[in-house]
């Protein structure tokens, strides 16, 4: 893993917004590897704004608290979506805490989803006032592609081209085509977006497990366990927009599943010319609940 760290810094020093995605939510081993890649992003490359995929309100309240030190994190990441109330995450909020304050308050940690308003969070802003709009955009319609454009134009809002950005999002949204948040990152900003992809053949992750029994629909947070054949080598793989990797099959899954039939939320596809680098895991393991 320490190889790919030192690769991916030196591709980072003349980025100015990197996406690193993860194949599907609830996964540990990309969690931490991202968590590590951005420490040494912001002590050698100067980035300074960790952005989620998450409701913006909510991570105006962990931003609040890595400034100030005002909040629980660990109740504030009860409110998040489910895939991000994880303990490695937790760890990260507290070590941007003690960074700011030993760096004169330079990192921010910010979300750009539009799907729900956290109520907890205040503020008379135009950004917010345009996030609720956003919000009620969303809700009427539902579209998800709808969704990443939003998310675009809340980004626009917050960007400031003197900062770096580090993005922590599945890895859809990061994907350069298709009218995703990256396709919409990429045409405004072109080569000063890189965007890393990520797959895992086989181990475990944590999702949310669907069944319908007799009509009714039963949901748990368990392990789900997946198994294909290796079509890559585990490492970091650069430059899959050559032909090279055109046919070449990464899979993406849905924190939604049906562990009976895991496989029919784990979907297979080309790489094509989705991102400038994938990261290949395997023997994937599922990440800590915050309780």
Not at 168 to 181: P, W
């Amino acid at each position: 893993m320490k190889n790919i760290i030192n690769k991916i810094i030196n591709i980072s020093d003349n980025i100015n917004i990197l996406g690193m995605g993860e194949a599907t939510h609830g996964q540990k081993k990309i969690t931490d590897l991202r968590i590590k890649i951005f420490k040494k992003l912001v002590k050698k490359n100067n980035y300074t704004v960790f952005v989620l995929e998450e409701q913006y309100s909510c991570c105006e309240l962990i931003n609040k608290y890595i400034k100030t030190g005002i909040g629980k994190p660990k109740n504030i990441l009860k409110c998040f979506s489910f895939p991000w109330s994880n303990i490695e995450i937790l760890n990260l909020i507290k070590w941007m805490r003690k960074y700011n304050i030993n760096n004169n308050n330079i990192l921010e940690f910010k979300g750009i989803d539009c799907q729900s308003i956290c109520d907890k969070y205040k503020s008379n802003s135009i950004i917010n006032n345009f996030v609720i709009k956003c919000n009620k955009k969303y809700l009427k319609y539902k579209n998800y592609n709808e969704r990443d454009l939003i998310m675009f134009k809340i980004f626009m809002k917050l960007y400031n081209k003197t900062k770096k950005y580090f993005l922590y999002f599945h890895m859809y949204h990061l994907q350069k085509k298709y009218n995703t948040f990256g396709f919409y990152l990429y045409k405004k900003f072109k080569n000063k977006y890189y965007a890393i992809g990520n797959s895992f053949y086989y181990g475990s992750y944590i999702g949310k497990d669907i069944i319908n029994n007799d009509n009714i629909k039963i949901v748990k947070i368990k392990k789900i366990k997946i198994k294909n054949k290796n079509k890559l080598n585990e490492g970091l793989h650069i430059n899959v927009s050559t032909p090279n990797y055109d046919k070449k099959i990464i899979y993406q899954g849905n924190i939604n599943v049906n562990s009976k039939y895991p496989l029919k939320k784990y979907t297979p596809f080309f790489i094509g010319e989705l991102f400038d680098a994938v990261i290949i895991i395997n023997n994937e393991k599922p990440f800590t609940i915050i309780k």
